[in-house]
């Protein structure tokens, strides 16, 4: 009989298989790591930094550390939870994310992370980048603006779809998502709203168009749980609580 194997997260004993990343395990046991850029559908990609924990006494991503028996990971402890908030603070000033009038907002993950860590202002300087909109696409927007570079839709694309619609290009502060298309714009690209990369964006950057505003305030996916309890449902998945059919 083969013996469980387990870790404790936060005092609490998570039982593992073999190949699990620490994420895999938490999420499966019901245990909430706050994270962006991991989506269990895809491979760890280990970019936004928002999972860290500490782990016998160093900092490691949750979602891309191996588990292993008789790891003591802490997930909420002040200094975790400060630094997770840094990071979330990073990210809001270094794009420009206007909450209240974003389509997303309710249902945008970095918005619902950050209330969880209990962010309650930016505290960094805005840079305010100058970034464009593509209305091109007939079914599908993307607001550069709101991108945060987790490369979901890069890896949908690329994995799932099999297009290869979205790459990022520039380095460090100059990275962005780009268009792999002659013109640069996703209308003149093969991407198709039923693409897995158009329901995987955890933030406002990429939308369906026509349904913007569907769900009124306080009926929106994280109006009436946080997100650690209802999870990284993509909204505007038909079905899910944050499109209204539920
Ligand atoms: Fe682990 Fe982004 S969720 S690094």
């Known amino acids: 009989m083969n013996e469980v194997k387990t870790f404790r997260l936060d005092g609490v004993d998570i039982e593992f298989s073999e190949g699990d990343t620490i994420m895999d395990a938490a999420l499966r046991a019901g245990a909430y790591i706050p994270h962006l850029c991991h989506n269990p559908e895809f491979t760890p990609h280990g970019s936004c930094r928002v999972c860290i924990v500490e782990v016998n006494g160093g900092q490691v991503s949750a979602c891309t550390q191996p588990a ?11 200094a975790i939870v400060e630094e997770r908030r840094n ?8 794009g420009n994310h206007m909450c209240p009038g974003c389509e997303k907002s309710g249902a945008c993950q970095l918005q619902a992370v950050a209330y969880y860590t209990g962010m309650l202002s930016p505290h960094y300087t805005h840079f305010f980048p100058q970034r464009s909109v593509d209305a091109s696409h007939p079914d599908t927007a993307i607001d550069f603006n709101r991108c945060i570079l987790c490369e979901l839709c890069v890896r949908a694309s690329r994995d799932v779809d099999h297009k290869n619609v979205f ?3 520039g380095r460090g502060i100059d990275t962005q998502l780009t268009i792999n298309s002659p013109s640069g714009k ?3 690209s093969t991407f198709a709203a039923t693409d897995k990369a158009a329901h995987v964006c955890p933030v406002g950057a990429i939308l369906p168009k026509h349904r913007g505003y569907e769900q009124p305030i306080g009926n929106r996916l994280y109006d009436r749980q946080p997100i650690s309890v209802v999870g ?3 909204a505007y998945e038909p079905g899910n609580k944050g499109d209204g059919h539920d």
Not at 68 to 78: I, T, W
Not at 87 to 94: A, P, R
């Open 68 to 78: 292993a028996a008789g790891l003591e990971v802490d997930n909420a402890s002040d």
């Open 186 to 188: 996703l209308g003149d």
């Open 87 to 94: 990071l979330l603070q990073m990210l809001f000033v270094e």
């Open 232 to 234: 990284d449902v993509a």
């Open 167 to 169: 790459s990022l290009r």
